[in-house]
């Protein structure tokens, strides 16, 4: 099976995917991770140096690598599922799970890792929260057609595993 963590910048998707991984004894991917192993350049600096519409072109080459990858727990990057046909990909290739967290926790969380996403890198208080809610309520059509929506806020990382796994449960 191959396991889709979507969801906002800085919502988790990274440790709950690692957990979660570790949980069912899948491999785990973190497609940001990779993109930077694989192509030698971290993030903040490829959105410097070649901008944000070669980032998803390539982003969606990451996501097309992992077609073929079986027990594999994948979290994606906070734009992955919003561009291109990358949600109905993921949806027919797996399963895909939206961690939902409220504008306010993802604002606290952002403040305090800004530097590594070049899209709020600059923004902090009032202009962070505004920006964040602009652009989750458009991100919002993608993430809502995930298989699964699993509400985060103020849950501990056994818990929001936890439900994960009843989930995958209850499917078979
Ligand atoms: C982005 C989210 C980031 C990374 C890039 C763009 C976005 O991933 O892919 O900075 O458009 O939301 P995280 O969600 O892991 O921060």
Same mark, same amino acid.
């Given at each position: 099976m191959r396991i889709f963590l979507i969801g906002y910048?800085? @919502?988790g998707k990274s440790t709950v995917g690692k957990k979660l991984s570790d949980q069912l004894g899948y491999n785990f991917v973190d497609t940001d991770q990779r993109f930077e192993e694989l192509y030698k350049i971290s993030i903040p600096d490829f959105f410097a140096k070649y901008g944000e519409e070669l980032f998803r072109k390539m982003e969606r080459n990451i996501l097309l690598e992992l &077609? %073929? @990858?079986?027990?594999i727990v994948i979290s994606t990057g906070g734009g992955t599922s919003c561009y291109s046909d990358n949600m109905e990909h993921m949806k027919s290739s797996g399963l895909t799970i939206f961690l939902s967290m409220s504008v306010d926790n993802l604002a606290t969380r952002l403040t305090f890792a #800004? &530097? &590594? #996403?070049p899209l709020v890198t600059d923004l902090k208080g009032r202009k962070l929260v505004e920006y964040i809610e602009n652009q989750l309520s458009n991100r919002l059509l993608y993430y809502c057609n995930a298989d699964y929506t699993i509400d985060?806020? %103020? +849950? +501990?990382l056994e818990t929001i595993t936890l439900s994960i796994l009843q989930y995958l449960k209850q499917l078979r």
């Open positions: 910048m800085g @919502s &077609k %073929d @990858s079986e027990d #800004r &530097k &590594k #996403r985060i806020n %103020d +849950k +501990k």
